[in-house]
């Protein structure tokens, strides 16, 4: 231990990878003195001249740092109503952090949280990232049942596109509404009647999400239904009503454990969705999931990202007393897992937990190398 309190941190550097041809994932390596890194993700939609300019702001106050010194946190700390673009490099250096304290302790991430309360999560597949090309009804239909076999259990969409509380009630609102309702309808007709399917509405409905409630079960269905309304709109988040067992999920774009905690007694819905990376990393998605979990309530994290941002996520939930359900982006990258040296393991349409050190991720060299970065571009209605 003496020999590792002795190994600081030697450079922060971005590593960016070409995802498919509108997306990239955004890696942090953390490469200490022993020669040992660590890697976390911080990837934000199209964002990363941004991401890397914060990432080499704050790297000069981090080198230097034990490996193994808790101050070294203390300049990744984020608050309430911190920007994305500061949050998401924190987030991404901070997972790297405990992957390289896992590996140089030789030990897993969730044993570093306290210790295993579980060894695998059941996944919901978002398929929405596999439509960026195809957004017609029989595509969403093929993505969903798609992700069925391949194990999932779970199938998350995003159905509908273009629209806004300001188009509803004219006529284009309802063509775009009616077009969302389709594209739901042909993927629970794939799915059948008993499979879970969850619906997000990236928060387009505004004060008239009450009355969207009916035609989305009437159509589909769901086990849940996703960002309605903003997180920030609490008094029309409480005038939505649901059948009972169909979930009112919300909170990806919070930060803070008040936050999340609010969002039950203020918009009274039933599942928050903290995200690892954008809440500042696997310590704080820990402590949120451990905090709502001990007043009685849901958390189920959000986490349209790739490989790293999942099994971060992975590990502060196996952490955790109460088991809850973990999102998976489906976008069609056939080398994902190795990418990141198989680490991803499943079994039954859960992630299974390694005893790897750290996250048990190593980057495939080779595979960045022919997966540069691509310029980003995002349909409209392509949402996570």
């Known amino acids: 231990m003496t020999f590792l309190n002795g190994v600081q941190i030697a450079e922060i550097r971005p590593v960016i990878v070409g995802?498919?041809?509108?997306?990239?994932?955004?890696?942090?390596?953390?490469?200490s003195t022993s020669g040992v890194y660590g890697v976390g993700e911080a990837t934000l939609n199209g964002r990363e001249t941004t991401v890397s300019a914060v990432i080499a702001e704050l790297a000069p106050r981090l080198l230097g740092f034990s490996v193994l010194d808790d101050q070294v946190f203390q300049p990744l700390t984020v608050?309430?109503?911190?920007?994305?673009?500061?949050?998401?490099?924190?987030?991404?250096?901070?997972?790297?952090?405990?992957?390289?304290r896992g590996k140089l302790l030789g030990r897993p991430v969730v044993d570093l949280l306290g210790g295993r309360q579980r060894r695998s999560v059941r996944l919901y597949a978002n398929v929405n990232r596999s439509l960026l090309a195809d957004r017609s009804p029989a595509a969403f239909a093929a993505a969903a049942g798609g992700a069925r076999?391949?194990?999932?259990?779970?199938?998350?969409?995003?159905?509908?596109?273009?629209?806004?509380?300001e188009l509803l009630g004219t006529p284009e609102g309802d063509r775009l509404v009616d077009e969302g309702l389709t594209r739901l309808s042909e993927v629970r007709r794939e799915l059948g009647a008993d499979f879970d399917l969850f619906v997000d509405c990236h928060g387009r409905f505004g004060a008239s999400a009450h009355e969207m409630v009916d035609p989305i079960m009437a159509t589909a269905a769901p086990a849940w239904i996703e960002s309605l309304l903003g997180d920030d709109e609490a008094?029309?988040?409480?005038?939505?009503?649901?059948?009972?067992?169909?979930l009112k999920a919300a909170g990806e774009t919070l930060a803070t454990t008040p936050e999340h905690l609010a969002l039950f007694d203020e918009a009274k819905i039933d599942v928050t969705m903290p995200d690892v990376v954008y809440v500042?990393?696997?310590?704080?998605?820990?402590?949120?999931?451990?905090?709502?979990?001990?007043?009685?309530?849901?958390?189920?994290?959000?986490?349209?990202?790739?490989p790293v941002a999942v099994l971060a996520s992975l590990h502060a939930m196996c952490a955790a007393p109460d088991d809850d359900l973990l999102e998976y982006a489906v976008e069609g990258v056939p080398w994902r897992s190795a990418l990141v040296?198989?680490?991803e393991v499943f079994r039954d349409g859960c992630l299974v937990l390694s005893?790897?050190?750290?996250l048990g991720i190593e980057l495939d060299r080779e595979l960045v190398r022919r997966h540069p970065a691509r310029a980003r571009l995002r349909p409209l209605g392509a949402q996570a």
């Open 79 to 100: 608050t309430q109503g911190m920007p994305l673009t500061q949050i998401t490099p924190r987030s991404g250096i901070e997972m790297a952090l405990w992957d390289l």
């Open 235 to 246: 008094d029309g988040w409480r005038s939505v009503q649901t059948p009972p067992g169909v």
């Open 341 to 343: 040296g198989d680490a």
């Open 149 to 165: 076999d391949a194990g999932f259990t779970a199938v998350k969409c995003a159905p509908f596109d273009g629209v806004s509380a």
């Open 355 to 358: 005893d790897r050190p750290g």
């Open 19 to 31: 995802a498919t041809e509108g997306s990239n994932w955004f890696f942090v390596e953390v490469v």
């Open 280 to 306: 500042g990393g696997i310590k704080p998605l820990h402590d949120i999931t451990r905090a709502v979990q001990a007043a009685g309530h849901r958390s189920s994290p959000h986490c349209p990202h790739g």
